[in-house]
Every structure is written in structure tokens, then in C-alpha cells.
């Protein structure tokens, strides 16, 4: 990355998930899947996040990861309970974030939304004009074909957000790994 390529204070993706253990989790498990060293894991989750923000704060703009970004967005998705916090905090509680895979040969530029979906390469120079950190290691200029996209949309109001934390699973107090290990009595 380059100082030209930002200006100012750019919005990085650890600094918009708000969650430095989270974030090692999905680097974490994208290295793990993605056959890719630690270094590069952490940089492509980035850029997944940041993607993920601006499709939240941009109502109906499709914008598709590069092929690399597009395992970051990947990784995040099987977070779930954390993909959905991350949508109610900046979707407002209102707008709900989508990935959408293409078919292989099969592009369609419209998304459900009505918005023309955006191949990579143009997505992130709108990342990089909108004030966000792009990193074009990871977003080469020659992908130009969408793989996938991601999208917001308003959902109805009439209903509370499903959860306000992150769902990690995490050891109850008392309970132990082995099998046949006691576990505590649920609460009442």
C-alpha cells in the first residue's frame, strides 16, 4: 500500500471490526483453510471487512471481493453471529448484509437489489475513493469478472436484532472437554 493510494486516515478493517479477537479467529482460520502464511491472512481479512462495511453503509451498491478477498468475506461469513452484529451495528439494525456467489460462466450483473454489481477491480478504487485502506496486492487489476458480491439491504423494523454480542463459543465455568465430563446445570 502505497501513501497515495491513501489519503488522510483511512478506515482499516481492524479498526471497523472493533474486535482484535475476532479478528485473529477469522485470520486465524483463513490461514488455516486458505493455505496462505499469517501475514497474509490478517491483510486479506482486512480487506474483507472493509468491504463488508462499505456494502452495510452503502445501500443497494453490489461491489465483488477479488478472488482473494472473496476467502476473507468467506471466513467472515462462517462467523455468522459476529457477520450479524457487524450489520446491525452499521446497518443501524435496519439493513442486512448479503454475499452472493456466481455461478461459474454465469454472471449476472444485477443483484436482487436492483444494483449493478461492480467487478473487482472497480470495487476497490470506490474502497480506496471513499476513504477506505486498500491493500493491491490483494485486489489486482486484471479481475474484472465477478466470483461473488456483497450488498445491503433495509429489512422491517418490527423486530429485535437476534443478538448484541459476539457468540463465540466459549467454556462454561465448572464444565470440562472430556467426554463424559460434567457439564453445570443450565440456569433457571
Known amino acids: 500500500m502505497t501513501e497515495s493510494d491513501q489519503p488522510g486516515q483511512a478506515k ?57 478477498v472473496a476467502r476473507g468475506v468467506e471466513a467472515f461469513v462462517l462467523h455468522s453471529a459476529d457477520w450479524e452484529i457487524f450489520s446491525i451495528r452499521y446497518g443501524g439494525g435496519r439493513n442486512r448484509l448479503y454475499h452472493v456467489p456466481c455461478l461459474p460462466g454465469k454472471v449476472d450483473r444485477n443483484a436482487p437489489s436492483g444494483a449493478t454489481v461492480v467487478g473487482p477491480s472497480e470495487s476497490r478504487l470506490v474502497l480506496s475513493s471513499a476513504g477506505y485502506l486498500t491493500d493491491p496486492d490483494l485486489w489486482p487489476l486484471h479481475e474484472t469478472t465477478p466470483r461473488s458480491y456483497l450488498f445491503s439491504q433495509a429489512c422491517c423494523n418490527h423486530h429485535e436484532a437476534p443478538f448484541t454480542e459476539s457468540l463465540a463459543v466459549r467454556p462454561q465455568a465448572g464444565s470440562t472437554n472430556e467426554p463424559g465430563g460434567a457439564s453445570p446445570a443450565p440456569a433457571a
Not at 38 to 44: L, Q, T, V
Open 12 to 68: 482499516t478493517g481492524l479498526t471497523l471490526l472493533d474486535d482484535s479477537t475476532l479478528y485473529v479467529r477469522m485470520t486465524t482460520l483463513m490461514a488455516e483453510r486458505g493455505a496462505v502464511d499469517s501475514e497474509k491472512a490478517s491483510r486479506i481479512i482486512g480487506q474483507a471487512v472493509v468491504l463488508a462495511h462499505y456494502a452495510l453503509t452503502h445501500l443497494n451498491v453490489a461491489l465483488s471481493p477479488s478472488s482473494d
